[in-house]
């Protein structure tokens, strides 16, 4: 993750002591060669660990997570911020958007994670 790190070195705004802007690469304008360092990265680290599923919370993670997840040849879940109508059982949690200062809910389809999956986690910062 040399070329990551170098990217926020280089772009990357504090602008706080929680927050740090990369919107110039990875949250907003996405730099695709750079997603695709990081897929090969987390593949490398991640290949021999018996993934089975790859989840992002939508949005900034997607990118990241699918450049993963198509290395390790499995499924990408997102977590949706919304509920859906079309999702039929969904499971509920709430999480802290540093970003955004707020408590949100957040939904995922059940049937996409069954009990023995083992979830490879890729969100953005």
Known sequence: MELLKQRIREEGIVLNN?????????????DCSLVDEMGNEFYEH?????ITKVVTIE??????????????NVPLIFI?????STMIDPAF??????????TYPIC?????LKK???VLFIDDF
């Open 59 to 72: 949005s900034s993670g997607i990118a990241p997570a699918y450049a993963t997840a198509i290395r390790l």
């Open 80 to 84: 949706k911020k919304t509920q859906p």
């Open 116 to 118: 023995g999956d083992k």
């Open 93 to 102: 949690a709430e999480v802290f958007s540093f970003t955004k200062n707020k």
């Open 46 to 50: 991640f290949k021999n660990k018996g």
């Open 18 to 30: 929680r927050v740090l802007k990369v919107d110039g690469f990875l949250n907003h304008q996405i």
């Open 108 to 112: 995922i389809e059940k049937e996409y």
